[in-house]
T-cell receptor, first 114, second 110 residues
């Protein structure tokens, strides 16, 4: 399985600012995914990020609010822009790895917006 | 991807087997059944997956009915650390999005 790290692990941000979350994998992977988990709820896919192409966003998520970079096969960033308290969530990245189709998840970034 | 139905919560005594059911009656022939769990505030952890045959690994066993319309995840000797939300997910192919339902909150009691 792939080993995934995220930075920061948690942050408290002011309304109107932005937070960039980093996701680092210990091996080269083609597909990376970003999910959001709002308090008390299940995970929702934000977008799929493939190296060398634009991220594909799910319904209800837009690039202006959640810009994603994927500069190489081991790294991706998700920025949550123009923060509001409704953005308070856990943000998780996942990758397909381990030689198969299984997705593995990072530990998550807990964002609190005041 | 096919929709899954799971009970919202279950309890299990420590040391006993935990049997978590999942219904996926609209599953198609090329869709896999995946199980993940999420211990409080951590990232989801992959447990096991299968297509048709029963599967076993160091964490659990997966029993899929012959018609593939339901499955059961078995934790043979549950421990307190197995307390988590367990998600049953049906997906077709590599690169498919994982659609998480509400899952089953398993509580293992001492």
């Amino acid at each position: 399985s792939a080993v995934i790290s995220q930075k920061p692990s948690r942050d408290i941000c002011q309304r109107g600012t932005s937070l960039t979350i980093q996701c680092q994998v210990d091996s080269q992977v083609t597909m990376m995914f970003w999910y959001r988990q709002q308090p008390g709820q299940s995970l929702t896919l934000i977008a799929t990020a493939n190296q060398g192409s634009e991220a594909t966003y799910e319904s209800g998520f837009v690039i202006d609010k959640f810009p994603i970079s994927r500069p190489n096969l081991t790294f991706s960033t998700l920025t949550v822009s123009n923060l509001s308290p409704e953005d308070s969530s856990i943000y998780l990245c996942s990758v397909e790895g381990g030689g198969g189709d299984t997705q593995y998840f990072g530990p998550g970034t807990r964002l609190t917006v005041l | 991807d096919a929709k899954t139905t799971q009970p919202p919560s279950m309890d299990c005594a420590e040391g006993r087997a935990a049997n978590l059911p999942c219904n996926h009656s609209t599953i198609s022939g090329n869709e896999y059944v995946y199980w993940y769990r999420q211990i409080h505030s951590q990232g989801p952890q992959y447990i096991i997956h299968g297509l048709k045959n029963n599967e076993t690994n160091e964490m659990a066993s997966l029993i899929i009915t012959e018609d593939r319309k339901s499955s059961t995840l078995i934790l043979p000797h549950a421990t307190l650390r197995d307390t988590a939300v367990y998600y049953c997910i049906v997906i077709e192919t590599s690169g498919s999005r994982l659609t998480f339902g509400e899952g089953t909150q398993l509580t293992v009691n001492p």
